[in-house]
């Protein structure tokens, strides 16, 4: 049965070049059993190499992986990906290096 794909929208942002944060959307085909990880990792390496995670260990024990999935703090590792639009945002804007990665020495590793 081929996945269904849905709309993934990022928050992009480098301080570095970009003036102000936007959204960018993605369409992605969402397999069952996929982790947040797993979709930022598909757009990456098949939509948009110039997306910027970080997922080190890829099961849970890190804790640098925090993303918002639709405004809730989650670890992009474990959480499974819905079978729906939606949107992901970095942790914190304050701590934001670019895109998904944050500074963590200016973080607490809360997850709701
Ligand atoms: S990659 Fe280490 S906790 Fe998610």
């Known amino acids: 049965m081929a996945d269904k794909t ?12 970009d003036k ?3 959204y960018d959307a993605y369409q992605v085909p969402i397999q069952e059993g996929w982790s947040i990880l797993n979709v930022l990792t598909y757009i990456f390496e098949e939509l ?25 703090n989650r670890l992009a590792c474990t959480e499974l990906a819905p079978h729906r639009d939606f949107t ?7 701590a934001q290096i670019r895109d998904f ?9 809360a997850v709701e």
């Not at 849905?6 to 070049?17: G, I, N, Q, S």
């Not at 948009?48 to 405004?71: E, L, N, S």
């Not at 992901?88 to 304050?94: A, I, K, Q, S, W």
């Open 88 to 94: 992901l945002d970095p942790m914190t804007e304050r």
């Open 48 to 72: 948009d190499p110039t997306i910027a995670f970080y997922g080190p260990c890829r099961i849970g024990k890190c804790v640098a992986c925090h993303v918002k999935v639709d405004g809730k």
């Open 101 to 109: 990665v944050i500074d963590r020495s200016q973080v607490s590793d």
């Open 20 to 22: 102000a944060p936007r």
């Open 6 to 17: 849905y709309t993934v929208r990022c928050a992009r942002f480098d301080p570095e070049r």
